[in-house]
């Protein structure tokens, strides 16, 4: 099936390019040799982003950031924007994945329970480990989930603070939530996220990776044949006091000019939110696609705030990923301005 998948590691500050680069790509493959098999832009976008989680140099399933009691908790959610449903998991220690488990809770909003229940958008913690054992979902146990990585960088910072309140001063770890978006040729078009949160967050947080209208969304305007989905990744707080991931897509399927609309929707609704007035830097940032299906073209737009975002993206057409490290140029302050790019396609039969 002809179509088109893009991923990033996060918003923030890229250390190793070719370490990202190299876990970009081999998403982007996972994901586009789903679709050459006849999968769906969700099975796409589920694999994508199971590679990304499953790289200890994410900060997403294994490798994800430690809470301020040295634990994993994870948060994912995923959005089919033909079907409009949406699954999401939160404080998730022991599935290795929570991305599956967030794609179960999103396609199984379609039927009711038994005696007619109203099935779970959202799970989270122990209730959610439960669920995702029953439905034979890979569980370990909860100190696997622990990198090197992660650990090393938890006895740092850790070292280095006595008193909860003095996280405001921690610069930004590396990278923040990972993220996919994909569409086929049939405008069926799904985003998802994954992420470990904040460094050294407080045990129990829900960050905008598990939140409806701010992680992610996708969404099909049939009359006017288009489709829009976009992933965010950054402050989660921040996205989620703007529903951000909703305003961007609500925006971007009605503009005439995706690029102008990404900057102003990060200018008017993010940048300058009144939600927002009393923080002077908002560090975000989003991979978007929007989709013709009458002229089988779309843009794929990129943006941030922080000084870098290692993205990588691919059609079924094309042999191989296009990766790229979006920087911020150095005139330009974090978390203050916007970096905007994007890169046009087209699919066929």
């Given amino acids: 099936m002809p179509g088109f998948i893009a991923v990033h590691t996060g918003a923030g500050n890229c250390i190793d390019e070719t370490l990202y680069n ?14 050459r098999d006849g999968g769906s832009a969700l099975d796409a976008c589920e694999l994508a982003i199971i590679t990304l989680e ?7 399933g294994l490798g994800s950031n430690l809470t301020w009691n040295r634990q994993v908790e994870c948060d994912a959610c995923i959005m089919d924007g033909g079907t409009l449903q949406f699954g999401a998991c939160t404080n998730v220690s022991d599935v290795k994945n929570p991305i599956s ?28 480990s439960d669920y ?39 610069k930004l770890s590396p990278l923040d939530t990972v993220g996919a978006v994909c569409v086929d040729a049939e405008g069926s078009i799904v985003a998802g996220c994954s992420s470990g949160g904040l460094l050294l967050k407080v045990g129990g947080r829900v960050g905008q990776a598990a939140t409806y209208g701010a992680g992610c969304w996708a969404m099909v305007d049939e009359t006017n044949c288009m489709s829009a989905a976009t992933c965010t990744t950054g402050n989660g707080e921040y996205l989620m006091k703007t529903l951000f991931a909703k305003e ?31 923080h002077s830097e908002i560090h975000a940032g989003s991979l978007s696609i929007i989709y013709n299906t009458a002229s089988n073209d779309g843009d794929l737009l990129w943006a941030h705030t922080t000084s870098s975002m290692c993205l990588g993206f691919q059609s079924t057409k094309q042999k191989k990923p296009k990766l790229v490290l979006s920087k911020l140029p150095p005139n330009l302050p974090c978390g203050t301005k916007t970096v905007v790019s994007g890169h046009h396609f087209k699919l066929s039969y």
Avoid: W
Avoid at 22 to 35: F, S
Avoid at 54 to 60: Q, V, W, Y
Avoid at 137 to 152: D, F, G, R, T
Avoid at 250 to 271: A, G, M, R, V
């Fill in 248 to 278: 961007l897509v609500e925006d971007l399927i009605t503009c005439n000019c995706p690029i102008t609309s990404q900057h102003q929707t990060y200018k008017n609704k993010l940048l300058e939110s009144p939600f927002l007035s009393k």
């Fill in 54 to 60: 499953n790289s200890c140099a994410t900060n997403a």
């Fill in 132 to 170: 995702a054992e029953e439905i034979g979902l890979q569980m370990v146990p909860k100190e696997h989930m622990i990198s090197a990585k992660a650990a090393k960088i938890y006895d740092h910072y850790k070292r280095s603070i006595n008193k909860i309140e003095e996280l405001n001063h921690l």
């Fill in 22 to 35: 190299q876990v970009c790509k081999e998403a982007c493959i996972q994901g586009v040799n789903a679709l």
């Fill in 101 to 128: 488990l967030a794609r179960h809770l999103c396609e199984r909003q379609s039927k009711l329970l038994s005696f007619g229940r109203i099935p779970p958008m959202v799970l989270a913690g122990k209730g959610a």
